[in-house]
């Protein structure tokens, strides 16, 4: 048997949708899909604005643009996350002081926030990570008192809560990906979710350029210009109509995920307590939308031995994320300090196969593997 890593998963209306698109003579940004899709974000999830951006790290990328981060300022970011997480920040200038994660789970260690912040912290980047979510009361609180812009990262995160809100629906400001690798995917894409009204008429010109092209288009200016800094952050209707497709299954996706999620963690919980291997953690407060499933294991040795033994049996299993502040672009920017978790997540995680189409006949091979390792 051979088990890939992942399978985009399509619905079968894409391509439908995409000829729409097509047919319809409007295929560049902000047309019929664009805006179907924004609207279905902003209801179910409750958000003020939503824009689809080309990248999850285009839409945080646009968050570093609107808190206004300028050389020298600093940003509060976990070490262990995807490059993009950091580098739009870095790219307008910012300075990263980098979080270690928690033992029990690779998010961040919402207790050692506090210690980061000083008078330069613009901002603080919580990533759900596996869509699990950061203790959202206890970063908001933080936020509040010295008066910082949260921005989660919820690229992960999509379908999942906190304490029954919706992740992304918290901070100020918060983003989404849609890459073949995410649970509802447009093979790249992203959403800039917006939840403080003071942002949201600067993200609509930053968005299209740094013109007031939305505004005029909805009759409230008489004539449209350039008037702010911005990029071409929007996606084609090609794009959006392809991810309408996903939207309209986001339930059965969700449904067939969450079912795999919960055979593997049935079927792995006593070996890994045997093994004092460690399986994906969901506090209280938190909810699993089904994203990934991981394994932690005893040292890199054992990880390395691990992946080399499903190869061999067929199965594709993946690490990932090697900590930023470690990376070879950051490592002499950091500030010192030792983050031991991220580390050892960077040393000891593994993603086995996850996907809409896994089999449950693949599941119970990779499981029986797993179990003679
Ligand atoms: C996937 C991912 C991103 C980047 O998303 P793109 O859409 O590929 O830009 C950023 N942050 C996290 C935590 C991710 O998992």
Known sequence: MKIPFNKPFLTGKETHYMYQAVQSGHISGNGVFTKKCQKFFEERYGFRKALLTTSCTDALEMCAILVDIKPGDEVIVPSYTFVSTALAFIRQGAKIRFLDSRSDHPGIDEEK???LINDKTKAIVPV?????????DKIMSIANEYDLIVIEDAAQAIESFYKD??????????????????????GEGGLLAINDDRFIERAEIIWEKGTNRAEFFRGEVNKYGWVDIGSSFLPSEIIAAYLWAQLENLEDIQNRRIETWNVYTKKL????????????FIPDYAT?????????????????????????KGIHAVFHYMSLHKSEFYEDKHDGRELPE??????????LPFFYELTSEQQKYIITILKNF
């Open 113 to 115: 926030i506090e210690a």
């Open 128 to 136: 759900h990570y596996a869509g699990v979510a950061c203790d959202m």
């Open 165 to 186: 809100k919706p992740l992304g629906s918290i901070g100020h400001l918060s983003t989404f990906s849609f890459h073949e690798t995410k649970n509802i995917n447009s």
């Open 269 to 280: 919980k006593d070996w890994s307590d045997k093994n004092k291997i460690q399986i994906p």
């Open 288 to 312: 699993n939308n089904g994203h990934m499933f991981y394994l932690v294991c005893n040292s890199g040795r054992q990880r390395g031995e691990l992946i080399d033994y499903l190869k061999e």
């Open 342 to 351: 991220a580390n050892r997540y960077t040393e000891c995680l593994v993603r």
